[in-house]
């Protein structure tokens, strides 16, 4: 966006320039949000926002090149490949994304040939991007390749041997050799093979070699070296178990040739024994290692996804299994306070008692990765049911560790419970649906939860909903509305609040509330907020209408370190009055953090009047100055209750008496509107007063 014009005019004055760089960053947001959903990028999130940031700006400076310049588009291409910008979808997400930014940028409109133009910088793009993902995994392979041939050359040096040499490597030769007769008669075996079968020459020189074979593998190296013997095998490789004299299995790996005569008649079979029993336990420990935590020892994730399957079809089909699915509340605390080498600690002591608590059960118990553990139970009669094993897990994990004898460290873990699945669920399936109880347990702040299928089923169309609002955001399904605050006595329009809407093609529209519960489960809570407040002053500020403008804050942008300096940017760009912009700060986001506070003491001194929005304690007043609170909803909502109703005529006052205005929300019908009116509040809100100014759309 910084490019000069194609046709060369003059340069943009600054506003002109801001705006870009703005729009640039936006982008760049964007693109980074989309990229993240489908790969695993190894870099902090600023981080990449300034790289795809620089990115975006060279693919437009590569647009207004004439011509344009598609080897700085190929390498843009190659960048993103260089910061792992590679899962499945990345690169046709980011083609999409580019192509309606290109498309639609203000300052392209007047480039000839845009779509032309916009299709070869992309192209390039796209091949910049093949390019080095082919050499990156061709790297990757020829790494790969090196390294297995090491070993295969290593291997190799150790068994071939020329018939010059056959004497002295025979004797001396490290590896067991044997000498036979086509029929498997040996007929010499040098010491090595002795020492390896805990024998002496002369008693393997008596035998077949089929005799030091395990039974199970016999037929088939039979029917391996007959192949052999008859010239349809040139050789044999094959690993197979031998058995020494105190009959334990040892692996061994089997390499056969044919020693033929001048005519090239067989006449010998020379076999080369190697004792692979430590390569064996390798691997087999490499293998445990694979599907174990290190750390902890217990199975993985991987490892406990696997053998879901197998446990759920071996199920009792009466009792069948219950799945207990652990995540530790506050780890991140015992980490950052304490130390990670204590919080591994406290992982090691957690896995030691599930598998107490599950010992006499038959029960698998696993760490599913970072603070989350899982257990599946095979139930039996003797099985004790979900609430007791429960109160079993916390009460295990609240017994305190004491650190250096000194510091006593507890824990304890939100679960989610799935009792009892059906035998036909998949191991995907069953995790997700813990997962899900889990989370929701942790959402109302219960210490478990039991799996339902009616909440499941809402849960997953909820979740549907929060993945695909980024695609509608961009499409313009979600949009910004407003409507009327009106003065409680007069009834004249006070204010206008900007409010957001999803025009839901199956849905129909959903509401504010329902957007930024959906905004906050897809992590676009602050992107979305700051996109509202944007819109919505532009909008205003184009309408001419005098009113301020009311715009209820996400708790993440209340506490967004860069909140007072977009407000700024908001005002300078749309030119109103810091008296006409009134962000409502959750009262509780006030509570929580202290960057919401600074925020909205930082703005009172710039001349922005700040809303508490869920007001409900008098105390916040004596340490804010808010220009208007908004009574909390769920006050509202039972504002006739005889507990409820004397309170809330106290905290109108309570508000009057610190200079602060009283909002309502959420306004019905004549007859509550008259009912606040008595109470003595300010500004009301609601279905009652459907009408908005004239110029701004209703939400």
């Not at 083609?95 to 300052?107: C, Q």
């Not at 006030?590 to 003491?601: I, M, S």
């Not at 205005?661 to 004549?670: F, L, M």
């Amino acid at each position: 966006m910084t490019a000069p014009h194609p046709r060369g005019d003059a340069p943009r004055d600054k506003p002109s320039a801001d705006r870009a760089a703005r729009r640039l960053g936006t982008l760049a947001r964007k693109w980074g949000y989309l990229i993240g959903t489908t790969a695993y990028l190894p870099h902090a999130p600023e981080e990449i926002e300034r790289e795809l940031a620089a990115l975006a700006g060279r693919l437009f400076e590569a647009v207004v090149s004439d011509p344009p310049d598609l080897e700085a588009a190929a390498a843009a291409g190659g960048r993103l490949v260089e910061l792992r910008c590679v899962g499945a979808e990345s690169l046709r997400r980011s083609l999409e994304l580019l192509a309606k930014a290109l498309l639609s940028e203000p300052e392209l409109r007047g480039v000839d040939g845009l779509a032309e133009r916009v299709v070869l910088v992309l192209g390039a793009l796209g091949a910049g991007y093949g390019e080095m993902l082919r050499e990156d995994i061709q790297k990757r392979q020829d790494g790969l390749s090196r390294a297995l041939l090491k070993v295969e050359q290593e291997t190799r040096q150790k068994q071939v041997i020329t018939r010059a040499q056959f004497e002295e490597v025979f004797a001396g030769s490290a590896s067991g050799v044997a000498l036979t007769e086509l029929d498997g008669r040996v007929l010499r075996a040098n010491p090595a093979l002795a020492k390896t079968l805990n024998r002496t020459p002369a008693e393997i020189a008596a035998m077949s070699l089929f005799d030091l074979i395990h039974p199970e593998d016999v037929e088939q190296l039979r029917a391996s070296y007959r192949e052999l013997a008859a010239g349809r095998l040139h050789r044999l490789r094959a690993g197979r178990r031998l058995i020494g004299r105190d009959g334990e299995p040892m692996w061994a790996t089997f390499a056969a040739s044919v020693i033929r005569d001048a005519v090239g008649a067989p006449r010998q079979l020379l076999t080369i024994v190697d004792d692979d029993t430590e390569v064996s336990l390798l691997q087999r420990r490499l293998s445990h290692q694979a599907l174990h935590d290190v750390l902890t020892g217990l199975p993985n994730r991987q490892f406990f996804g696997t053998r879901l399957e197998t446990l759920l079809r071996d199920a009792d089909p009466g009792r069948g299994v219950t799945l207990f699915h652990l995540d530790l509340d506050g780890f991140s605390q015992i980490n950052g306070g304490l130390g990670q080498e204590l919080g591994d600690r406290v992982l090691r002591g957690v896995a030691a008692k599930l598998k107490t608590v599950f010992e006499n059960e038959k029960a698998l118990v696993a760490r599913l990765g970072g603070d989350e553990f899982g257990v599946l139970v095979q139930n039996t009669a003797d099985t004790p049911g979900v609430v007791t094993l429960v109160r079993r897990i916390t009460h295990e994990l609240a017994e305190a560790e004491y650190v250096d004898g000194q510091r006593g460290v507890a824990v304890s873990a939100a679960v989610g419970v799935v009792h009892r699945p059906p035998r036909d669920i998949t191991p995907a399936e069953l995790l997700r649906a813990s997962d899900l109880t889990l989370r929701r347990a942790q959402r109302t702040g219960n210490q478990w939860g039991l799996f339902d299928r009616e909440q499941d089923r809402r849960d997953r169309h909820d979740f549907g909903l929060a993945a695909s609002m980024a695609g509608a955001w961009e499409t313009g399904e979600v949009q910004a509305g407003y409507r009327a605050l009106v003065s409680s006595t007069g009834g004249a329009i006070e204010a206008v609040e900007a409010r957001l809407r999803w025009n839901h093609p199956a849905e129909g529209v959903l509401t504010h509330e329902a957007c930024v519960r959906l905004a906050t489960e897809a992590g676009l809570a602050l992107p979305l907020g700051t996109w509202l407040l944007r819109t919505a002053a532009e909008r205003l500020a184009a309408s001419g209408i005098g009113v301020p403008l009311v715009v209820e804050l996400t708790a993440q942008q209340a506490a967004d370190p860069e909140l007072v300096g977009e407000i700024r940017r908001v005002l300078g760009d749309t030119g109103l009055a810091p008296d006409r912009l009134r962000p409502g700060f959750p009262a509780a986001a006030l509570a929580a953090t202290a960057d919401a506070a600074d925020n909205l003491k930082v703005l009172a001194e710039i001349g922005v009047r700040a809303e508490i929005h869920g007001f409900g304690d008098v105390t916040c007043l004596t340490e804010f100055a808010a220009h208007t609170v908004r009574i909390a909803a769920n006050l509202a909502a039972k504002r006739e209750h005889p507990l409820v109703t004397g309170p809330l005529s106290a905290l109108v006052d309570a508000a009057h008496a610190a200079g602060a205005s009283v909002s309502v929300a959420g306004v019905r019908t004549p007859d509550e509107a008259a009912w606040w009116q008595d109470r003595g509040a300010d500004l009301l809100t609601g279905p009652a007063f459907p009408d908005v100014p004239d110029g701004l759309p209703a939400c």
